[in-house]
């Protein structure tokens, strides 16, 4: 089963939105729309505003760990063979494509989380507990990067 297939045949669009905001948690009213929209006819860009001032924090709030890996990744793959003018233009390139595609990125994700809850916890109610545990928000990791991210900012145009 792909992520694009995660809703079994006999589950209702219903139950799937109501999974969905189980995993999202109560901005789930932001994310509907663009969701079921997302649900019925795939990817679609849109500016994801919170991750317009750095992604990495976006992303680890959403507890999109392995969009990060993906990121830090890119980025350093950037910074090394390049100049430094070539580098932040990369980098610019990088931050921009993961703020056009940030909804699409966190719909993929709470899709493989649903898919993963529904093949451990058949039950629609198991599953729904289970994704209110793992889904949602982490505020207090990404507070903790942003905070060493612009301490390093700080630092930096001090030296």
């Not at 760990?65 to 932040?88: E, K, R």
Request: positive net charge; aromatic residues 12%.
């Amino acid at each position: 089963m792909t992520v694009e297939s995660a809703k079994p045949p006999a589950m209702e669009s219903s139950a799937l939105d109501e999974l969905m905001a189980a995993c999202v948690g109560p901005a789930y009213n932001r994310y509907q729309k663009r969701f079921q929209l997302m649900n019925s006819k795939g990817f679609r860009p849109g500016l994801a505003w919170a991750a317009l001032p750095y992604p990495p924090v976006w992303l680890l709030y959403r507890k999109m760990y392995h969009q990060i890996l993906i990121y830090v990744l890119a980025s350093t793959a950037m910074i090394i063979p390049l100049p430094f003018y070539d580098t932040v233009f990369a980098l610019f390139v990088i931050h921009i494509i993961y703020c056009l595609s940030g909804h699409w990125l966190y719909w993929r994700s709470v899709k493989r989380r649903i898919q993963r809850a529904l093949r451990h916890f058949p039950e629609t109610g198991e599953a729904r507990g289970f994704l209110k545990g793992s889904g949602g928000t982490h505020p207090l990791l990404a507070a903790l990067l942003a905070a060493a991210t612009a301490a390093r900012v700080l630092m930096s145009l001090a030296a």
